[in-house]
């Protein structure tokens, strides 16, 4: 009898507990006034449909009038709808108010979700809405998804286990080269000065790795793939699905972290290589996941800047990508910004080519124009007659180690490949 009486006590306790959660997430919802009036505003001047903007309209009608079934169906509608006009161009030419509305409706089959069922049996799915809504829509009302998935996450079932690799070693500690040839080594720098690195690094337009910088942070004890999948291994994020992008096989899949490190990183069940390969590249996973954002801190080298850019804001103006990838290549290519790529776990293998070597590189003649036709480090030195002088007399090559971090000037040209299960943060301004 007591038994029984505990059992019922503790499911009280959890519905108390669900109850109290989805209340929470609900007070998050701004009032109806405030909700017709950012859709008022977002649809302005705006080749938006009177048949969407009534749709719109219906929908911040009905969630603010607990109506779940009918918010379901009108978010879920809006979301199709808004997917087209999402990919039917070029991601740069869509309109914000897509963006805008995206998350929106995002925001009201989340909430619907969690009001028609007991929330628990749709928790995976809300959580995947919620993100659907962070990575291809635009924050609104205070980032009012990422306060969700921030409730939604301390209620997510456990994921199981992932059986942790041995992180480094993949390969052997040194590279051959390919041709025999000694590149010439990178500056390495320990703690330079900011005014040294200026001087040395940005003004000479020279790169170098810097060391002793980053010893301290929380992500050099934390970061393996346990701890990836207990504190993202619901969310969804974008992975390049092949070698490299300019493969014609390549391209882009959205899949769990869970699912990323199972399929892409870790062996296949019966050994040998993953069953897939995959990049979760150049993604700004911390914006994504807060939580990981702690383990890391902005180098003071990203404050300096150029005299055009006064009134720079490092919070504002730097770009903070995540890179996990393992046995995957980017081609030689060049970035328009600064760069400092911080290499926290594995090693890379990096060849660098200043600017003036770019005819020699045979820059690609379509949208990538910034990335090279050579595989540098299997070169077609027929179809390419340019390029062996010019690896020859002015390629650096280096392995970037664990707490080691490499600027990269603008314009320099870059080839990258990972030599191990490998996680690296980089920091463009």
């Known amino acids: 009898m007591e038994a029984s009486s505990n059992k019922t006590r503790l499911e009280n306790l959890g519905n108390l507990e669900k109850m109290l959660t989805w209340s929470d997430c609900h007070q998050l919802v701004p009032p109806q ?18 048949g969407l903007i009534v ?58 979700l969690m009001k028609m069922t ?30 969700l ?41 320990t703690c330079p000065s900011m005014q040294t690195f200026k001087y040395s690094c940005m003004d000479a337009v020279e790169p170098a790795v810097i060391r002793g910088c980053v010893d301290h942070w929380p992500a050099f ?47 296949a069940p019966h050994g040998g290589k993953p069953l897939k390969q ?39 103006n730097v770009d903070i990508n995540a890179w996990l990838p ?15 790529l911080v290499q926290v776990v594995g090693r890379k293998l990096i060849r660098l080519y200043p600017s003036s070597c770019s005819p020699s590189l045979y820059p690609r003649e379509d949208l990538i124009n910034n990335t090279s036709q050579v595989d540098v480090e299997n070169p077609d030195h027929q179809q390419f007659p340019l390029f062996h002088q010019a690896d020859q007399l002015h390629c650096k090559q280096l392995i970037l180690q664990p707490g080691e971090m490499l600027y990269i000037p603008p314009k320099y040209w870059h080839y990258i490949r990972s030599l191990d299960t490998s996680f690296s943060v980089s920091f463009w301004w």
């Open 33 to 50: 006034k405030e909700l017709l009036a950012f859709v008022d505003r977002i649809t302005c001047n705006k080749n938006v449909t009177r």
């Open 55 to 112: 749709l719109l309209q219906q929908a911040c009608t009905s969630i603010s009038c607990m109506e779940y079934e009918q918010t379901f169906n009108v978010g879920n509608e809006l979301m199709n709808f808004t997917w087209e006009m999402l990919n039917c161009g070029h991601w740069k030419d869509v309109d914000c108010c897509w963006l805008q509305i995206y998350s929106l409706a995002s925001l009201f089959k989340a909430i619907s």
């Open 118 to 147: 007991d929330g628990r049996s749709k928790i995976e799915e809300i959580c995947r809405v919620c993100d659907m809504g962070v990575l291809m829509g635009a924050p609104i009302f205070d980032d009012i998804l990422n306060q």
């Open 149 to 189: 998935l921030k409730i939604i996450q301390q209620n997510l079932p456990q994921i199981p286990n992932v059986v942790e690799e041995k992180m480094a070693g993949d390969c052997p500690p040194t590279h051959d080269a390919g041709d025999g040839e000694v590149r010439k080594s990178v500056n390495y720098l």
């Open 221 to 267: 004890k934390k970061w393996n793939l346990q701890y990836m999948n207990e504190m993202a291994g619901h969310r969804t994020v974008p992975v390049e699905v092949g070698s490299k992008y300019t493969d014609d096989d390549w391209g882009q899949k959205l899949m769990t972290i869970n699912q990323f490190i199972r399929e892409c990183v870790l062996p």
């Open 278 to 316: 995959g990049y979760l590249a150049q993604h700004q996973l911390f914006d994504q996941i807060p939580e990981l954002r702690s383990d890391i801190d902005i180098p003071d080298y990203c404050c300096i800047t150029t005299a055009e850019e006064d009134g720079f804001d490092v919070d504002e």
């Open 326 to 340: 393992k046995g995957t290549v980017s081609p030689c290519h060049h970035d328009p910004k600064h760069n400092l």
